[in-house]
């Protein structure tokens, strides 16, 4: 097709909502021409998480260069692009106000309409964009997606009417998202930050029936729950139970010497890799580890999976950073596949926060000329319906 036909459309996406700066642009919600992703952790890892005022900072430094870099990449310029998307929310909200102040002024002095993308949609979009990229059309309904990141445990029913996308609640943590866990159990143990991908490369290194954490402690008796707006069955989620079993068993088999002597020793270091951290964890903690892990991902892919069930669901998205999770993987894909589920990840480099989810999301709004105007403001607490 050609440039400016409407189904054709070049948008650039701006994501700002944590601790990444990214842009990326996205053609017709199907072909990524670029994504530049610029991470911040070096700047919050000296905290041991995402400081709220660095990450404004930082998002205000790197910007315009990713964003130019985005542009560039991908064969575009300020005035060849159709359109220009951005995060409204929910995230850190200076965070997001630098990316929505940003991608304002552009729209504003380009004369191009502004779409605003609910974050965790991103997430969700992440998946169709790359199986649109694939030459995957087809898609079963009713589908079930899991977002799952450091923020955020959701499970949404997305059903589709024509071009736009609507989104019913039926799950959610009911305290630390999964991400979180990950990251806090990390921190707990001295794995650094964040801490989800060092947890998934140790966990392949240790016993993970070394551990047995009470089955109450994990699961949360929300099964029979009913939604009291629609009585629909509900599938919450509870990990804070989980990391305080993990400091108990921490207290219990005197732990502590063994953390502290790792984190001297990681500490000189200045990015520690796997072999440094096999090198200074010894069995006990390895299966600590791997325990965790499976878990948290048993009761992931148990509670998603029963949902699934009950809405008689076709299809199913996993979503958002912690789907790069391999036992998470393949746990879904040998379960789900025995249930007779089609289960569809992005790539790792999409599960995690990037721009190009953001684009790719806008790509229905914008055919359906759902514009934003220059009013709209960042909203932490953004919900996804
Ligand atoms: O989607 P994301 O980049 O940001 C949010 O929207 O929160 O997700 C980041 C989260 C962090 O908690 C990180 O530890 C986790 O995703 N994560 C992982 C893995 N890779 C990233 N957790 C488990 N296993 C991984 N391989
Ligand atoms: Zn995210």
Redesign the pocket.
């Known amino acids: 097709m050609q440039r400016g036909m409407q189904r054709d459309s070049a948008i650039l996406g701006i994501e700002t909502?944590?601790d990444?700066t990214a842009a990326a642009v996205v053609r017709s919600g199907e072909t990524m021409l670029s994504n530049v992703v610029y991470s911040q952790i070096a700047a919050h890892q000296p905290y041991g998480g995402v400081v709220p005022e660095v990450a404004s900072r930082e998002h205000l430094k790197a910007i315009v260069p990713v964003v130019r870099q985005a542009l560039s990449g991908a064969n575009e310029t300020y005035n060849s692009i159709d359109a220009i998307a951005v995060t409204q929310g929910p995230g850190l909200a200076g965070a997001l106000l630098v990316g929505i102040t940003y991608a304002k002024a552009l729209a504003f002095a380009l004369e191009k309409p502004l779409i605003a993308v609910n974050?965790l949609e991103g997430?969700i979009h992440a998946v169709l964009l790359e199986e649109r990229q694939k030459g995957n059309h087809e898609l079963e309904f009713p589908v079930l997606a899991l977002v799952v990141?450091?923020?955020?445990t959701h499970l949404y029913l997305a059903t589709q009417s024509g071009e736009s996308w609507s989104y019913e609640n039926i799950g959610r943590t009911r305290d630390d998202a999964a991400?979180?866990a990950?990251?806090k159990v990390a921190k707990l143990l001295a794995l650094g930050y964040?801490?989800?991908?060092m947890?998934?490369k140790l966990s392949k290194h240790g016993n993970p029936k070394a551990i047995k954490f009470a089955g109450s402690q994990l699961k949360h008796p929300d099964r029979n729950k009913k939604d009291p707006q629609n009585d629909h069955p509900r599938f919450d989620f509870s990990y804070s139970g989980m990391k305080t079993a993990i400091l108990r068993h921490v207290e219990t088999h005197n732990l502590k010497p063994s953390i502290e002597s790792r984190r001297n020793a990681l500490a000189p270091i200045p990015k520690p890799k796997l072999e440094d951290y096999l090198a200074n964890c010894d069995r006990e903690t390895l299966g600590l580890i791997a325990s965790f892990q499976r878990s948290l991902v048993e009761d992931l892919v148990g509670k998603t999976l029963a949902a699934a069930q009950a809405y008689n669901v076709k299809t199913l998205f996993v979503t958002?950073?912690?789907a790069?999770?391999?036992e998470l993987r393949e746990r879904f894909e040998q379960d789900g596949s025995r249930a007779g589920l089609r289960v569809m990840f992005p790539s790792r480099p999409l599960?995690?926060?990037n721009a190009a989810m953001i684009a790719a999301a806008a790509y229905p709004k914008f055919l359906a000329g759902d514009f934003a105007g220059m009013d709209f403001s960042a909203e932490a607490g953004l919900v996804l319906r």
């Open positions: 909502s944590c990444e974050h997430h990141s450091g923020g955020h991400g979180e990950f990251d964040p801490g989800g991908p947890v998934d958002g950073g912690v790069a999770n391999n599960s995690t926060d």
